[in-house]
Nanobody, 127 residues
Framework: EVQLVESGGGLVQARGSLRLSCAST????????MAWFRQAPGKEREAVAV????????YYAYSVKGRVTISQDNAKKMLYLQMNSLKPEDTAMYYC????????????????????WGQGTQVTVSS
């Protein structure tokens, strides 16, 4: 079973930056879909960014596009989320997630398909 552990959250002022990290106990192979989700109090969970390991293509939520970058380091079994120009509305618990896709399917941004989840790291952006 894959275990994911997030780190890097914290309190930051608006327009600041944070880099979230996710350590995986398993190697991130070509069929592993990795993603960052977030959930704010009273709101639904949403996919922030998804990474297709097979071709390094990405998906970003419209609300964060241009401000965040998802990346991975396979050798270190790490996933990252670089967040810049943070806004108060980015305040949420951020989760790292992963699942094994069928080789002929693209990685999805729907949380229901993700099999493995971290415990989350809190990001709070003050105005």
């Amino acid at each position: 079973e894959v275990q994911l552990v997030e780190s890097g959250g914290g309190l930051v002022q608006a327009r600041g930056s944070l880099r979230l990290s996710c350590a995986s106990t398993a190697y991130i192979d070509r069929n592993t879909c990795m993603a960052w989700f977030r959930q704010a109090p009273g709101k639904e969970r949403e996919a922030v960014a998804v990474l297709n390991s097979v071709d390094d293509s990405t998906y970003y939520a419209y609300s964060v596009k241009g401000r965040v970058t998802i990346s991975q380091d396979n050798a270190k079994k790490m996933l990252y989320l670089q967040m810049n120009s943070l806004k108060p509305e980015d305040t949420a618990m951020y989760y790292c997630a992963a699942y094994q896709r069928k080789p002929w399917l693209r990685c999805l941004n729907e949380g229901a398909v993700y099999q493995f989840w971290g415990q989350g790291t809190q990001v709070t952006v003050s105005s």
